[in-house]
Nanobody, 123 residues
Framework: VQLQASGGGLVQAGGSLRLSCAAS????????MGWFRQAPGKEREFVAA????????YYADSVKGRFTISRDNAKNTVDLQMNSLKPEDTAVYYC?????????????????WGQGTQVTVSS
């Protein structure tokens, strides 16, 4: 499956952005989907995940209550709504797809990755 992330940009602290990830070339509804991010000089970290059913979600503590992940299996998309953004949210954001059961939240559990989209939050 191929993943294409979009929606990044520059925003002031307290603002919002919505990232979108479009999937093609596979059966989207088979995959759990996740968002990760990587800031300069840091390791890639988990942000949020949603299983194939979309019936529940899981978030990193650092974004809980501010970010919302959602998926549309009819459109083959997964979105990340980011509110109350902070400068420490600045990173390249990646969407990823996993064939593993449950709700994977480590990068090695994901099989396919998008190219990343830059999010910059100014103070």
């Amino acid at each position: 499956v191929q993943l294409q992330a979009s929606g990044g940009g520059l925003v002031q602290a307290g603002g919002s952005l919505r990232l979108s990830c479009a999937a093609s070339g596979g059966t989207f509804s088979r995959y759990a989907m996740g968002w990760f991010r990587q800031a300069p000089g840091k390791e890639r970290e988990f942000v949020a995940a949603v299983p194939w059913s979309g019936s529940y979600t899981y978030y990193a503590d650092s974004v809980k209550g501010r970010f919302t992940i959602s998926r549309d299996n009819a459109k083959n998309t997964v979105d990340l709504q980011m509110n109350s953004l902070k400068p420490e949210d600045t990173a390249v954001y990646y969407c990823a797809a996993s064939l593993r059961a449950g709700l994977p939240f480590t990068s090695y559990q994901y099989d396919y990755w998008g190219q990343g989209t830059q999010v910059t939050v100014s103070s």
